[in-house]
């Protein structure tokens, strides 16, 4: 049989539509439609049938599924130790799952510093679903994934950053004038949080084992809301340190520090567990891991230029641009 049929297979499978397929292969929507006729000729069963927007595999493509993918992955390997993946020449699209805040504080340097060797590569940014992170990455339908709450399942990756959550609030909230909040202090307190934050379900279950369960009063779906919310507004908010950095030279906000010491969260990269183009792949992780990890701590910041009162921002020591 046709490899090429083999690899338009294992990728209609693991996307589930043709039009994934096929940007997955660089390829046309009428080149896999024509490879499925192909293979549904030659195995003679339909392989998938159409379920809304998606292909669902039938008994036998779920049958075949791990054979091709086994078959697949065992050539990628022998071909990989000939020809290593090379971002100066490559042409290639990889798919990056980021929450709202990961798209901020680390995409710019993700990008920069991809584009600096590689510079015919894409990156597709995916908006992250922790609930749905386990199926996109079982099904390759996403190639990495930055996430602060581990996706259900036994998945593992390295930690990026480690983070610790302060609480913020206006600079006039009557709270803003104590050095520490209490337990009750914090219970009584109105709470604003964000539905986009993917470490909140871990730091609310934390703060919930520790007796102070949120209860919020409002709940948006855009962290960059949260300050200009939190300076207008009588709320105070639960987020991570280094945001509360960037934003308090910005606004006229505070942090003090929790009530409780709670455990750091880890933010982790996560991979595909498919190992089609395992080369590319490995050479995309290396990258993110890179960049991820010298991204500048203050990255709300302008970058320094010749003109105007930009000068007022300055590089420390450690890279960050300070006020």
Do not use: C
Not at 40 to 66: C, I, K, M, N, S
Request: hydrophobic share 45%.
């Amino acid at each position: 049989m046709d490899l090429n049929l083999l690899t338009v297979f294992v990728a209609v499978y693991e996307t589930g539509t043709v039009t994934a397929a096929a940007e997955r292969l660089f390829v046309t929507q009428s080149a896999v439609s024509q490879s499925l006729t192909r293979l549904r000729r030659e195995l003679g069963d339909q392989l998938f049938v159409r379920e809304g927007r998606t292909l669902r595999a039938t008994p036998a493509a779920h049958t075949l599924y791990p054979e091709f993918h086994a078959a697949l992955s065992r050539v990628e390997t022998a071909v990989a130790g000939l020809r290593d993946f090379d971002p100066t020449t490559a042409r290639h699209r990889f798919r990056l799952a980021l929450s709202e805040l990961g798209e901020v504080g680390f995409l710019p340097t993700i990008l920069r510093s991809i584009a600096a060797v590689a510079p015919h590569v894409e990156v597709e940014v995916v908006p992250l679903d922790v609930r749905a992170l386990p199926e996109w990455l079982a099904r390759g339908r996403v190639d990495l994934a930055i996430a602060s709450t581990p996706p259900p399942g036994e998945f593992t990756g390295p930690v990026l950053k480690t983070e610790r959550y302060v609480l913020l609030m206006s600079a006039d909230h009557p709270l803003a004038g104590r050095k520490a909040i209490t337990r009750q202090a914090f219970t009584d307190a109105r709470h604003l949080t964000t539905s986009s934050d993917s470490a909140a379900p871990g730091v609310g279950a934390a703060l919930e084992r520790a007796g102070l369960p949120i209860s919020p009063d409002l709940v948006v779906g855009h962290t960059s809301s949260l300050p200009g919310l939190l300076h207008a507004g009588p709320w105070i908010t639960v987020v991570p340190s280094s945001l509360a950095e960037n934003w308090m030279p910005l606004w006229p906000l505070v942090s003090r520090p929790l009530p409780v010491d709670l455990a750091p969260i880890h933010v982790r990269l996560y991979t595909r567990s498919t190992s089609y183009e395992s080369s590319a792949l490995n050479w995309f992780h290396r990258a993110v891991v890179t960049a991820v990890q010298s991204a500048p701590r203050r990255f709300w910041s302008p970058p320094e230029t010749d003109g105007g009162d930009a000068g007022a921002h300055r590089p420390g020591s450690d890279g960050a641009w300070t006020g």
